[in-house]
């Protein structure tokens, strides 16, 4: 399901299957360039998005859909994803990806940090949220 909130807002129910991303992606893409971003600006959101939920469908249960919801003003993107987390909760801080790691997974949340200007990530009633915030 897609739905356009006027001004600028996108929300989008992705099915808990990585074949999703790639929809995920096309949506994302056609409401950023009608926003007017693009070029590196752009590909670091559909970075973001594409990490943020891999990370919700890898964790969530009972392959309850993920919710996505991205919104605009003219200086900031705001990019949230939301899930139904394994287990009583997800912890809020993640540890962070050490110099020189070998580690195989847990790249995905050290990648986000460092191209958004804020993330958070909250756990609550059984969901996972994870917001960002961009300036463009």
Known sequence: MVTLHPPRQLVLELSAEFSALSRLRDHLRAFLAEAGVDGTGLE??????TELCTN??????DREP???RVSMD???LWLSVSNVATGPGRPADHPDLLHGSLQERGRGLAIVRSLVDDMTTRSAEGRTVVR?????
């Open 44 to 49: 670091d959101v559909l970075l973001v998005a």
């Open 56 to 61: 919700a469908i890898e964790a969530t249960v």
């Open 66 to 68: 993920v919710e996505v």
């Open 74 to 76: 003219g200086r900031a």
């Open 132 to 136: 960002t915030m961009q300036l463009v």
